[in-house]
């Protein structure tokens, strides 16, 4: 069969009268219902000049094209161009039609994602669901755009499927319509990473397109389907704090909702990097994390600060530290993917040990049932010689909150949350006290007016928010906070922030697309004094740095 694909009794004769722009296409077979273009350019043996055919590709973009693609020793999906620079995910919707990839040293190309080739017939078999775009699919008879849309939804939230007979676990697909499509589609994994690419790293003697970015390949990681098929961390070009203020030592304590984090999402190399490394360049010592779907979820970040399987987090140049945690036994909190714990990551090589920790149970409604009660998950920690009381709350937001931050609660829109009256009595018995987390609301809301009664003081404003996605970056709502007592105002060094650089990464899905963020609440990270060793918290060569993002204290 040479370099055909094997569907040629559907291929029209003349293609010139599918035209577009300086190169002409075939309209292509219409077998299984799945469009095949037998005259795309192939990305992985075009020229630049070839490569300038394509819109909105100029020299410059053609050139990123080739020396990237010698980098990573060709490219695996259409899908990777978008990691060149000039290319991006726009860029890539404009040309994707016109382009596929195929192997160097085989002549035969194919549609990305949309068709396989069965090695010993040779013969179109469908598209695979667990790559295909949303409008790959609508290409599928009996596919509408609101099930191509659940398809991808279903494939973010669980995983690649297994078996075709899964699309039964999808949203308005049942028996009967699995039936009409069982034979346009099939189902296979994500490719395992090649064994000729020397771990991804193959460039030695020209420097990446991206100077601030590098790729690795793991057999050990999961790479989820549809993305890049290399992982591409682009970080902020910043060095972490010195671990001092005014010549005395810090410690950075930190409040991060992970929205729904299973152990699937946190095995995602782009979520993976976008932690760890936000905890590395921000010198965070301690974390409170809120809304893990599985209670083994946060000890998959641990293991990747302590053991760097991520070139980022490998090539950290700075000491990692000793990371440690533990998760509540019950559930604290509940959104829309169901009920979730609460967790503290830290670094134990800074000074700080956990004394205990537990949930704390809590009514379930009051009065007319308008309100519910959240768990929360309190620690005792020593940093230093200091003894600190963590509370780690997770609220469910209100309703008009929750409209802007895109949450879907399952629960009745005319019940909100508030922190139980028995907590109040909690807050009286403990000194050195910082309540932190999700409160799904802004500080001056009704709901926390305990937190007020008893002196305690939050650091972020209701004007600064602390949500963000990829379409509105800088935020809507003010949603997490960290509250101090007042015996604890008199260490807090005065300077907080919420941090919002770096939290995406092409491997993260975005709805439809790519280079998400790893979740929708950004970390609000706080710095207070302690008495530890400047040795524990220190770097050495480093002076004291006054982080532009940061908030003083006279400015709240």
């Not at 070839?50 to 990237?68: F, H, K």
């Not at 020209?206 to 682009?234: A, C, M, N, W, Y």
């Not at 509940?334 to 830290?346: N, T």
């Not at 509105?472 to 260490?491: A, E, F, M, Y």
Request: proline letters at 6%.
């Amino acid at each position: 069969m040479g370099g055909s694909l094997g569907c040629h009794r559907s291929i029209p004769k003349d293609p010139t009268d599918f035209s577009c722009g300086k190169r002409k296409f075939s309209a292509a077979c219409n077998f299984g219902h799945i469009l095949v273009n037998q005259e795309r350019l192939n990305i992985n043996t075009a020229t630049e000049e070839e490569l300038m055919t394509l819109p909105g590709v100029n020299r410059i973009v053609a050139q990123n094209i080739v020396e990237y693609r010698d980098c990573i020793g060709g490219f695996k999906k259409v899908e990777d161009l978008a990691l060149v620079s000039g290319i991006g995910a726009t860029k890539l919707e404009v040309i994707k039609l016109e382009i596929c990839v195929s192997s160097r040293t085989s002549s035969s190309q194919h549609s990305p994602s949309s068709l396989r080739k069965d090695p010993d017939h040779q013969s179109c078999t469908g598209m695979n669901i667990n790559t295909a775009t949303p409008a790959q699919l609508m290409s599928i008879r009996g596919i509408t755009e609101k099930i191509a849309k659940n398809i991808v939804v279903y494939r973010v939230e669980h995983g690649p499927f297994k078996s075709i007979e899964d699309l039964v676990r999808v949203n308005n697909i049942n028996s009967s319509l699995l039936d009409k499509i069982r034979f346009q589609v099939f189902v296979e994994r994500s490719r395992a990473p090649s064994t000729n690419t020397n771990g991804g790293l193959t460039c030695t003697t020209k420097s990446h397109p991206s100077p601030t970015s590098f790729s690795l390949r793991s057999e050990d990681l999961d790479l989820p389907p549809g993305g890049p098929t290399q992982i591409i961390s682009v970080r902020p070009n910043v060095e972490p704090p010195s671990g001092l203020r005014d010549g005395k030592p810090v410690v950075r304590v930190a409040t991060w909702n992970l929205d729904g984090c299973s152990c699937d999402k946190a095995n995602n190399p782009g979520v993976k990097d976008v932690v760890c490394m936000t905890l590395l360049e921000n010198d965070i010592k301690l974390l409170a994390v809120q809304d893990l779907l599985e209670r083994e979820a946060l000890d998959k970040f641990c293991v990747e600060l302590n053991q760097g399987t991520l070139a980022s987090v490998r090539k950290w140049k700075w000491p990692r530290g000793l990371w440690k945690s533990v998760v509540s036994e019950k559930p604290t909190g509940h959104s829309s993917k169901g009920e979730s714990y609460s967790g503290f990551l830290w670094d134990s090589s800074s000074g700080i040990d956990l004394k205990d920790a537990a949930v704390l149970e809590s009514p379930v409604v009051i009065g007319n049932g308008n309100h519910t009660y959240p768990r929360i998950y309190l620690a005792h920690f020593f940093v230093g010689s200091d003894k600190l009381t963590v509370v780690n709350v997770h609220m469910q937001a209100t309703a008009s909150s929750g409209q802007s931050n895109g949450k879907n609660h399952n629960t009745d829109e005319t019940k909100s949350q508030r922190l139980s009256p028995s907590m109040q009595e909690i807050l009286k018995g403990e000194k050195e006290l910082v309540v932190l987390g999700d409160f799904g609301m802004p500080p001056q809301s009704l709901e926390l007016e305990i937190l007020r009664k008893e002196k305690l003081f939050a650091l972020v404003p209701s004007t600064q928010f602390t949500n963000i996605s990829t379409r509105l970056p800088q935020g809507t709502h003010c949603l997490d906070n960290i509250w101090v007592s007042r015996s604890l105002k008199k260490i807090f060094s005065g300077h907080c922030m919420v941090v919002r650089e770096g939290l995406t990464n092409p491997w993260i899905p975005d709805n439809w697309s790519w280079g998400g963020v790893a979740s929708g609440h950004c970390p609000v990270v706080a710095e207070f004094y302690a008495d530890v060793s400047c040795k524990e918290l220190s770097r050495p060569g480093m002076t004291v740095v006054d982080r532009g993002d940061i908030i003083p204290k006279h400015e709240r």
